[in-house]
Each structure stands twice: as structure tokens, then as C-alpha cells.
């Protein structure tokens, strides 16, 4: 980690790996109880550990006033009727917001607050979504066969709540029943 300026490529090509400090890959086992369909979930890792996505980040120290940023890239299919998506978190220091930038493919942000309040917003290339603070969020692949790539920037003392996810699940979910994509209540979505 440098303590100067630097650059970082994340548009023209393929990612330079080794321009990042870290590279993480979520597979269908690391997703246990996030797609509602358990049936289709269990045949579905039965025949192989699918990789969903994969996060590159540039990281910096942990402290109030750094950014942490990187690229995350969801890959398209679906678990049942379900899209691929990221697991999703609440930050940890719950006030502190994030922007996402689509660099290609298609998605949604689908958002929520301890409050109840909810959100899903388009995720396109060339616009930028902002997340604020309380906001959870979770990138979903809607496209069709191409990955979901975008470029994100956050507090670097925010932590990551995946926790409170993982128990209660995203109020909503966003699904394809045969005709496009749609919104749906999460039928197992629990108050923690
Ligand atoms: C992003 C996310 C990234 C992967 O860097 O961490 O898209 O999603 P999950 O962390 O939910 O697996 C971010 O929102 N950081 O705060
Ligand atoms: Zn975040």
C-alpha cells in the first residue's frame, strides 16, 4: 500500500488483478438460505459450487477518511427463478453511505433499512447509484447472460454487517416467473 497517490485501470478490457489488493470469490455454498428456493439451491450445489461473483478491492487502512473502492462482478444465472446476487450487508457503522457506478451489464440495487423503508433501483452502464447511510444493499444480475460489473467507493472504517442479512434476508426479491424480471415479497423474510 502506498502512501502517495495512485492509479487504479478499471475501465478498457480485462481487469488487471494485480492492480488490486485483494480478490474475493463467492460460490453457491457461501449463499446458504439467500435464495428462497432451497430446492432448487440444494440441486443446484449438488452438481457444483457455481461461482457467483467476484470483488476486487483497492484497499486502504480502516480509519475515518480513507475510501475504500473496487470492482465487483456478478455473473449471470439464476437459482431457480432467482438471479445470481451478492450476498449484501448493512455497513457496520451503520452511517456511512456508498456509491456504485455500473460499468456494463445490467442489475438492480435492491436496498432496505432497519426501518422497513425499501428500494430497488436500476443499475445501468453509466449511471451512478447512490446508497445512503442505513441503507442494506445487495447487487442482482437481471441481464441476460452477461456479467453485472460495477465500481464502488465507500468509507473505509464502514465494516460490513452481513449478519443481520443472513438471518432476516432483503424484504424483497427479484425474480423471473417467465415474464421478465419482477419484485416480489421474500416469503421468508424474518424480523431479527
Ligand atoms: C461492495 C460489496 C461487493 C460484494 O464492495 O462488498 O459488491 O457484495 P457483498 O459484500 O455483499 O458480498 C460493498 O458494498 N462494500 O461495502
Ligand atoms: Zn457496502
Not at 495512485?6 to 485483494?22: C, M, R, S, Y
Not at 428462497?36 to 486502504?60: G, I
Request: aromatic share 10%; net charge negative.
Amino acid at each position: 500500500m502506498t502512501d502517495g497517490p495512485f492509479n487504479t485501470p478499471i475501465l478498457g478490457g480485462k481487469i488487471q488483478a494485480e492492480k488490486f489488493d485483494n480478490h474475493i470469490s463467492r460460490a453457491l455454498s457461501s449463499m446458504k438460505g439467500q435464495y428462497h428456493d432451497q430446492h432448487a439451491y440444494d440441486a443446484m450445489l449438488a452438481k457444483a459450487d457455481t461461482l457467483l461473483y467476484e470483488v476486487y478491492e483497492v484497499c486502504r487502512p480502516e480509519k475515518e477518511g480513507e475510501l475504500m473502492s473496487g470492482i465487483s462482478i456478478v455473473h449471470p444465472g439464476k437459482v431457480g427463478n432467482e438471479y445470481f446476487m451478492t450476498k449484501g450487508h448493512f455497513h457496520e457503522v451503520l452511517d456511512t453511505a456508498e456509491i456504485y457506478m455500473c460499468l456494463s451489464g445490467k442489475g438492480v440495487m435492491v436496498m432496505e433499512t432497519p426501518e422497513g423503508e425499501w428500494s430497488v433501483k436500476d443499475l445501468t452502464p453509466g449511471v451512478s447509484l447512490y446508497v445512503p447511510p442505513r441503507w442494506a444493499h445487495r447487487s442482482v444480475n437481471t441481464g441476460d447472460g452477461e456479467d453485472l460489473v460495477t465500481y464502488f467507493i465507500y468509507p473505509a472504517n464502514a465494516g460490513h454487517d452481513y449478519g443481520t442479512i443472513e438471518t432476516q434476508g432483503f424484504r424483497k426479491l427479484v425474480v423471473d416467473r417467465g415474464n421478465g424480471t419482477e419484485i416480489i415479497d421474500n416469503p421468508k423474510w424474518v424480523q431479527v
